[in-house]
C-alpha cells in the first residue's frame, strides 16, 4: 500500500499560485504599461548639476504654471537618438521640453546636444542615476509630462516614436495643455 506524503501537495499548489498571478497579470488593465506611483502626485527632486553648456534645471521650472515634458535621456541609449527629432519638433511647436541625462559622462552629453541640437530649455546630469530612481525610471528614454504646479500627469515608458507616441502619450499631452 502506498503511503500519502503532505509533501506530495506542495509543487502543485506552488504550481497554481505561479499560474494565478501570471493570469491576474495578463487579465489587468493596460497590462502593456508599467504603473506610477508619481502620477498625482508632486514631482521628485531633480539633479542639483546640468549638462555643461546649458541652462540648470530647477524644481522651480516644474512650478511656473505652465505643462513640462520632463525626458530622462543619455548620449550612449539608441532609442533616445531615434526619439530626438520628436523632442526638437515639440520644442518647436512650444512646449516646455526640460531633459534629465541619465548615467551618462558630462563630455559626451554636451557634444550630443551640440552635434544633434538641444531641444531642452534646461537639463539635469544625473550621473550616477539617484534622480532616475527617485522620479522611478527604469531606463532612459522615459518621459514625464508635469503640470503647472509641479504635479506629475502621465509617465511615458519608452521612445516618444510610432504609433504608441502618437496613440498614447500626444493625447495626454493634449489633455494636459487643454489642447
Do not use: K
Not at 506610477?36 to 549638462?51: D, K, N, R
Not at 513640462?68 to 521640453?97: K, M
Not at 514625464?144 to 519608452?158: A, E, K, N, P, S
Amino acid at each position: 500500500m502506498a503511503r500519502f506524503s503532505p509533501l506530495m501537495v506542495i509543487p502543485p499548489v506552488i504550481f497554481a499560485a505561479f499560474a494565478g498571478l501570471a493570469l491576474a497579470g495578463i487579465l489587468r488593465d493596460n497590462a502593456d504599461e508599467l504603473p506610477s506611483t508619481f502620477v498625482g502626485q508632486p514631482a521628485p527632486v531633480v539633479p542639483a548639476e546640468s549638462v555643461d553648456g546649458t541652462a540648470q534645471l530647477t524644481d522651480a521650472d516644474l512650478r511656473t504654471g505652465e505643462v513640462t515634458i520632463v525626458n530622462f535621456w543619455a548620449s550612449w541609449c539608441p532609442p533616445c537618438r531615434a526619439e530626438h527629432p520628436n523632442l526638437l519638433a515639440l520644442d518647436a511647436q512650444g512646449y516646455r521640453v526640460a531633459g534629465i541625462n541619465f548615467r551618462d559622462q558630462q563630455a559626451q552629453a554636451s557634444e550630443y546636444l551640440t552635434n544633434y541640437e538641444d531641444p531642452f530649455f534646461a537639463t539635469g546630469f544625473d550621473l550616477r542615476g539617484r534622480s532616475a530612481i527617485d522620479w522611478g525610471v527604469t531606463a532612459p528614454p522615459e518621459t514625464f509630462i508635469v503640470d503647472g504646479d509641479g504635479t506629475v500627469l502621465f509617465r511615458f515608458v519608452g521612445p516618444l516614436i510610432g504609433s504608441d507616441y502618437e496613440q498614447r502619450f500626444l493625447p495626454e499631452l493634449a489633455r494636459a495643455t487643454g489642447g
